[in-house]
């Protein structure tokens, strides 16, 4: 059973407070091990990705190649039911079209007074894409990652997933071919993030590693940040559900339940302005865990982070909500509209009765990862700008020179670097003294 | 003297490689340090900042406030000079029309299948600004990193700055003024970054991070990332220069040098074509060196980290260039503007021979704050983005939900998750067998 808080309780900002800060992670430290696995792929490559492979995975590489071939991804394709690989185009199409509109403008432009500006933004040259191997390999996430790589334009995805005993699953590689990911390697854990960032005889080096993975995959990426750009680490997975008592007891449970399936760490919230509709919630997500196949998991999430928050009025859970700034929040309201802008911290908002945020995991277009753990308060989930770069552009004359060289020459003198005021004055004819 | 290489050199690839990955800054260890400060500053707050700031910067709280006042700025700014005055109100309003171009527009639609979907962009409630203190306090970085912030509508803008001494840059104070910046306290180091993240009793925690520091103020961010949102930790400062015979040789000299002032780990370097050229340069940095005050630096920079490479065509200096990923390039070139669609990686293009690098640091409008050390692979230099947030909004009735449903029930119960396909199905009454 969840906790429940009363707005109206006198220990209501001691108790929420705690709860704001409730680490659901045990975050176990393997930086030795990882750090000795990355140095040694740097210096023995493949050889180094062979025994690794092998050790972890139950792998041989001298029988089976690194690379999956395009026949492998064929066979896969076809072991795929139909109805799956359909509800992959669907989501497929939506996912590209929504992330297409995210594509950013140049903005070249001269100013009044002739100095030329300008933003442009390129595509990252090579990107990898870090898929996990076992229950938690995804292929709705190989969409969410490789689509907007493929619509900012990066000419080069190369996709990595530990084939355990061999074994990819086939989704995954068909995801992947619908995403146009077209060099994929059978490498996982620190091992394939090191051979990403520093290259081996087989792969070349990316720029930047995007994806989720078990802590090993977690500090190799906080490793090798730096050499490559790296996305966020994403932590245990999040909702919050803002109800009014007019809700189906059952839908909202089922969201909630939803969210605590997917780890022990994760954490689903209800805030609601009716006593008697929580109970009902409360009851009906008892019921269900009867009958979920994943009841254990989902227990667990539920009792040791899930909440039941009460509040006097709807407008109450609002300052809640921003202070949470949940990854997800379903607003099942009457008019959820209104609220939309009140709330500044959400990973992302999923409007009205008939849009369980499970949508937005799979077809609703939008991206699934997310901003975790509070941190929607300062970061965005995944989109093409992660992956393209903003270079900025810079062009005077001789004329803007005169006019904007001794600003800059007064400047860089008030803060001692006069190497920087010559290299201003020395084009105005100015000499040493400015 | 800096190195040579010659791309028609048998070893160049090699050698060239080889500087690539050369290292140029030395990084203390200073972790354990700096967890026990901001643990003491969690643990007991005001009075924690108070001991630090005593026996680091030798001020004492108990004499003067923390908390910087209306009339201490309002007496800086009657310090310093007029010309410098009207050179950072010449910066700020050219840097304040620039980022303003960058301010995102949200972008809320409906698709053909009657699907609400949205990208909303909102500031960050709160950021903190670090401003380091003595030689590198330099007022420009501060409107560099505030008036981002305050375009993107940041509604709390928190400055830090160690007075060492009691004393504060009263240029950094008038910057401060001219960018909007309302909170200002006299607190450094770890102490500082520590403050910001977790909050005292007289500072409220803030949700985000930017500014350069020392290595116990990068070390602090990283440390307290996650808590909060941090920007990248910036290394030394580099310029390559890709200048043709026909420049004046001091000119680009001047430029060089204006790199290698800021820190005996910056990097300058010029790819020319032309080998008498490079000779000439050469010449006019070591005549240059010899009257300028940071000369130490300078030569020492040069003489560690500087380069030349002769190209036999200027089209060779190309994938040099995307490959050293400079944070700043010079293209002091006849027809410069060809030669920007074929640069992919750089922080900042300046084109022609008029538009010294300095120009960007100061009064150009751009951000100075720019990606080093090869990151600006996958990486941009700050700019408005970075103090805003992008949350997705999706909002389906029933008839939508109708439609995408089923594909969200075959992808969730393929990927073993259940409890996600039974949120959705509950909803199309379709029970828990879909």
Do not use: C
């Not at 680490?23 to 023995?44: G, H, Y």
């Not at 899930?306 to 109450?316: F, K, S, T």
């Not at 901003?371 to 970061?379: C, G, L, N, V």
Request: glycine share 8%; net charge negative.
């Amino acid at each position: 059973m969840a906790i429940r808080l009363d707005f109206l309780d006198g220990d209501f900002e001691t108790r929420f407070a705690a709860f704001l800060t409730t680490k659901r992670e045990v975050s176990e430290d393997v930086n030795a091990t990882v750090r000795t696995i990355i140095d040694d792929v740097r210096l023995r490559g493949d050889a180094a990705l062979a025994d690794y492979s092998k050790r972890f995975d139950g792998i041989d590489f001298s029988e089976t190649a690194m690379a999956v071939t395009e026949a492998e991804i064929d066979a896969a394709i076809a072991l795929v039911e139909p109805e799956v690989l359909g509800a992959l185009k669907v989501a497929a199409v939506r996912i590209e079209a929504h992330h297409r509109r995210q594509l950013p403008k140049d903005d070249i432009y001269e100013d009044a007074m002739g100095v030329g500006l300008g933003s442009r933004w390129t595509p990252i040259d090579a990107v990898g894409l870090y898929v996990p191997g076992g229950t938690a390999s995804y292929p709705s996430s190989v969409l969410m990652n490789a689509l907007p790589a493929r619509v900012a334009g990066v000419p080069r995805i190369v996709m990595v997933v530990p084939a355990k005993d061999g074994q990819i699953n086939p989704a995954v590689l068909a995801a992947a071919r619908m995403a146009g990911v077209e060099e994929i390697y059978r490498i996982g854990g620190a091992q394939a993030i090191a051979a990403l960032a520093y290259g081996t005889e087989t792969i070349a080096p990316v720029a930047k590693i995007m994806g989720p993975g078990n802590a090993y995959v977690a500090a190799a990426k906080r490793h090798v940040f730096g050499t490559v750009g790296i996305d966020m680490i994403a932590g245990p997975s999040e909702v919050l559900v803002i109800a009014d008592g007019s809700n189906d007891p059952d839908w909202i449970a089922a969201d909630l339940l939803a969210q605590a399936e997917h780890d022990t760490g994760a954490q689903s919230i209800l805030i609601t302005n009716d006593a008697g509709f929580a109970t009902a919630v409360e009851n009906a997500v008892e019921r269900q865990l009867k009958t979920l196949p994943r009841a254990h998991t989902a227990s667990a999430s539920w009792r040791d982070f899930g909440a039941v928050i009460l509040v006097p009025d709807l407008e109450d859970a609002v300052p809640l909500a921003n202070r949470i700034a949940a990854e997800h929040l379903e607003l099942a309201l009457d008019d959820a509209d209104a609220m939309i802008p009140k709330i500044r911290n959400a990973g992302a908002i999923f409007v009205g009765r008939h849009t369980p945020e499970v949508i937005g995991d799979y077809v609703g277009g939008s991206n699934h990862v997310l901003p975790t753990a509070r941190s929607a308060r300062f970061s965005s989930g995944l989109g093409v700008l992660d992956y393209m770069k903003r270079t900025s552009i810079l062009r005077l004359g001789v004329e803007q020179l005169r006019t904007l060289g001794p600003a800059a020459i007064a400047l860089a003198r008030s803060e001692g670097l006069e190497a920087h005021a010559r290299s201003v004055a020395i084009r105005l004819n100015l000499g040493d003294e400015g």
